[in-house]
């Protein structure tokens, strides 16, 4: 099997060099990227595995770049984390609600988003899922499938979204706290990502539409899908 292909998306060149540096050491092949124009003739081209894609690029900026992502159907499930120096919090939910997976300020360590994107991997390639299919009042998710319909109407959701769909549903009736969603789904637990959750939780169940009322939120503790 062919290593995972991470596309690396900068416009600084010592940024992308060094990321490719440290990326192929830890096995993963890489293709690289100076601005927003060339990353989605790439992320086309390529089908990488995973995106890093900073968010100030020349001729189309990062977040433009994952809103374009998002409406093509070829690229729609490539998972996205964002690099950025720009790390208020009104950012990141902006970069969540046009379709990133996660998000990195800059300046990072390089440890902790090789971590991030290995966990990223993990949950988009499915390890963790379960055989048996899930039901929850018109909503089923098919693990091996990879697959979510909403009344017999599929329903596309991210990499993410649909770990999420999953984890909420295989627990009927319980709460999930925002630490456990963050250790379960993305494989982390970092201070200050409370609302991370928060924010795809929204996305999810804007793309399950007239079945978003099976996600129920619990003010103060988290959220539990319907039982």
Known sequence: MSAPLILVVDDEQ?????????????GYETESAADGV???????????????????????????VCRELGKDRSTADIPVIMLTARGDEVDRIVGFELGADDYVVKPFNIRELVL?????????????EADQSLHCHGV???????????????????????CLLQDLMSNPGCVRSRD????????????????TVDTHIKRLRAR?????????TVRGVGYRCRG
């Open 180 to 195: 456990e969603l963050l250790r379960s789904v993305w494989d982390y637990q970092f201070d200050g990502y409370d609302r």
């Open 14 to 26: 010592d940024i992308r060099d060094l990321l490719a540096f440290n990326l192929r050491r830890e």
């Open 208 to 216: 399950l539409g007239s079945a978003a009322d099976i996600i129920e």
């Open 38 to 64: 060339a990353a989605l003739e790439a992320a086309r081209t390529c089908r990488p595995s995973l995106i890093l894609l900073d968010v100030m690029l020349p001729r189309m900026d990062g977040l433009e």
């Open 116 to 128: 991030r994107i290995k966990a990223m991997l993990r949950r988009h390639s499915g390890e963790k």
């Open 140 to 162: 089923s998710l098919d693990p091996l499938a990879h697959r979510v319909t909403v009344e017999g109407e599929t329903v596309d959701l991210t990499a993410i979204q649909f």
